[in-house]
């Protein structure tokens, strides 16, 4: 069993930055892939970006690459996902996810654990 604390959300101005953290507990953290999504009002929930369990390998979605960077701290049990030059169409809430592998994975179903979310606003 994993549990998972997300932090940082808030309302930010677009253009602005914020970081979100996850801190997990109950297995060793390297074991695990990381990875983080959100779900806007009304939408489904998507992909935003993973890490794979040592943090080698990284993906993201189309939508926030370049501007948002994922990493990892296993000696600190959390990860993190640096969002930069927000807009409005990243409103959303989002989630933190572990899966048991230390492959990374986008898919949503691919994922074993999630935390209860933290909301982040972008206003224009």
């Known amino acids: 069993q994993v549990h998972l604390v997300e932090s940082g959300g808030g309302s930010v101005q677009a253009g602005g930055s914020l970081r979100l953290s996850c801190a997990a507990s109950?297995?060793?953290?390297?074991?695990?892939?990381m990875g983080w999504f959100r779900q806007a009002p009304g939408k489904e929930r998507e992909f935003v970006s993973t890490?794979?369990?040592?943090?080698?390998?990284?993906a993201y979605a189309d939508s926030v690459k370049g501007r948002f960077t994922i990493s990892r701290d296993n000696a600190k049990n959390t990860v993190y996902l640096q969002m930069n030059s927000l807009t409005p169409e990243d409103t959303a809430v989002y989630y933190c996810a572990a899966r048991n592998g230390r492959g990374y994975r986008t898919s949503i179903d691919e994922y074993d654990y999630w935390g209860q979310g933290t909301q982040v606003t972008v206003s224009s």
């Open positions: 109950g297995r060793t953290f390297s074991s695990v892939a």
């Open positions: 890490i794979s369990g040592f943090g080698g390998n990284i």
